[in-house]
């Protein structure tokens, strides 16, 4: 009886009181629970770009919150809208970065080289005829609008694909509703039938090592991880600079846009049918090599290896890039971007700044009470350890690689490496020390040095896993920025 007053009471107020026309109508209203995926061929240079159509599939379960279809972050370089058709009313958005977005920034890109890279948009299924638009951001960041199509989901051109058969999926923790969870589809990747046992300890390995950092435990209870597992013919992965070629599951390679230790995919389409095996709103590859590299573009994926000593530092950063969309604090590595960060234009991403205002630090609700802006920190001393550590780095890289091609005795390598491993291992505990001694070492503030550039550009604190290599938590603003993700996907 109770409930059916309420019922009435409440009816009754919608009569009295109706939802404002630009009140966010219910997920149902616009969509079915199943995913729309778009499979685009992005190509272009550093002027000119576009986006066509290779195919769409119909897959099952919409692994999003229903809740959260809007994206409010105003992060990466692209985003993807999504309207419906007969009310012009926008249903869907997400902010997305992508390799095509990166190779824009680099030489070949600026001298005309045209080159295609493969990417996927996941939309919730919709129910009626849907206009999808892509833009890319301006130089000062502003979106312009560069693809439109319509879309009907009665076509016969959306594909229904049928159960992976030669994808087996494991299941490695949680086990909430995926609308209320991150879920997190781990691809093996060079591991043959027989090391199927090893990449079920890997990704729980990974899995545990997610878990157990912050701010990622405060939320492991709405996590879901899964292991999308298909054989690799070949065990390893592709070194073009070292002559090595391997047939993997989704053919990951170093030396992706011409850095030796940048290692991407550009499978995507076995990338998105080996992952979309099981529901995931986050697609990561892991590696099965022992060489230190990895990659992660923001809302598209990440890629490690799984054997490295630096392992758990490389899998948490690339991470924090593709889930997060942080940018990496570091500027003195080698990096292939000219441009990256147009001056005088503020970055999307939460954790570094150009401080064009600096009475209006990005995030100065987390900054410490009476903090300097910008806040010395001794960056001298350390520029100078770091520049002659990056040029013993790249010297020792071009050996071994030139020894590798050349057929050098394994002995040879072996010890260029181990020069290498001890140079890194030496270069690591000098800066740990110097971080260890800096009387700004806990506070927040804004630190120059960020985002590949030396001068102009600022992080949020001295030391974080997106700055510097080591099992070393996020800063502060990284981890609220993380922590805000997570919500997107949980509540
Ligand atoms: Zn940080």
Not at 53 to 59: G, L, Q, S
Not at 72 to 77: A, K, V
Not at 116 to 141: G, H, K, M
Not at 412 to 418: C, D, M, P, V
């Amino acid at each position: 009886m109770k409930i059916k007053r309420l019922v009435f009471v409440v009816f009754s107020l919608c009569i009295l009181f109706p939802l404002p026309a630009n009140e966010p109508v219910g997920f149902d209203h616009f969509f079915e629970n199943a995913t729309l995926r778009v499979d685009l061929i992005h190509i272009g240079d550093k002027t000119s770009e576009l986006y066509a159509v290779d195919r769409m599939y119909k897959t099952p379960v919409w692994a999003g919150s229903p809740a959260h279809v809007i994206d409010t972050f105003n992060n990466g370089r692209y985003f993807i809208r999504v309207f419906d058709s007969v009310s012009g009313k926008l249903i869907f958005s997400r902010g997305f970065n992508s390799i095509f977005g990166e190779y824009a920034t680099t030489k070949p890109a600026a001298n005309g080289i045209k080159r295609a890279f493969p990417e996927t948009a996941l939309i919730p299924f919709p129910r009626n005829p849907v206009r999808l638009t892509i833009s890319a951001r301006n130089r000062d960041n502003s979106l312009k609008e560069i693809f439109r199509q319509e879309i009907d989901p009665k076509s016969v051109d959306i594909l229904q694909l049928k159960k992976n058969e030669d994808v087996e999926i494991i299941p490695i923790a949680g086990n909430t509703n995926p609308h209320h969870s991150m879920d997190l589809a781990i691809v093996a990747d060079g591991y043959t039938g027989a090391e199927r046992n090893k990449a079920v300890s890997d990704a729980k390995y990974f899995a545990a090592k997610l878990l157990n950092m912050a701010p990622y435990n405060r939320y492991r209870n709405h996590i879901n991880i899964a292991l999308a597992f298909r054989p690799s013919p070949d065990s390893g992965c592709t070194e073009p600079t070292r002559g090595i070629y391997k047939r993997t599951a989704v053919n990951a390679s170093f030396n992706s846009l011409g850095l030796p230790r940048y290692l991407l995919t550009e499978d995507n389409r076995d990338l998105r049918d080996i992952a979309g095996a099981v529901p995931y709103d986050i697609a990561v590859v892991m590696v099965n090599s022992p060489r230190y590299g990895g990659g992660g573009i923001y809302n598209f994926f990440c890629v490690f290896t799984a054997d490295n000593p630096y392992r758990n530092y490389v899998f948490l950063h690339e991470f924090g890039h593709a889930f997060a969309g942080l940018a990496d604090e570091y500027y003195s590595s080698a990096v292939t971007y000219d441009d990256f960060y147009p001056n005088g234009v503020e970055p999307l991403e939460p954790n570094i700044t150009a401080l064009i205002d600096s009475n209006h630090l990005k995030w100065k609700e987390l900054a410490s009470p009476g903090v300097s802006i910008p806040t010395s920190w001794g960056k001298a001393e350390y520029d100078s350890q770091n520049l002659d550590y990056q040029k013993k780095r790249r010297l020792l890289d071009g050996k071994i690689a030139k020894l590798t091609r050349d057929g050098a005795s394994a002995d040879q390598i072996r010890e260029l490496k181990a020069r290498a491993a001890k140079l890194s291992a030496q270069n690591g505990t000098w800066v740990n020390q110097f971080f260890a001694n800096n009387p700004e070492r806990d506070k927040v503030g804004a630190f120059e040095g960020a985002g590949y550039i030396p001068e102009g550009l600022y992080r949020p604190q001295l030391d974080c896993i997106m700055f510097s290599k080591g099992e070393k938590p996020f800063c502060k603003v990284c981890a609220a920025a993380i922590a805000a993700r997570l919500r997107f996907y949980i509540e």
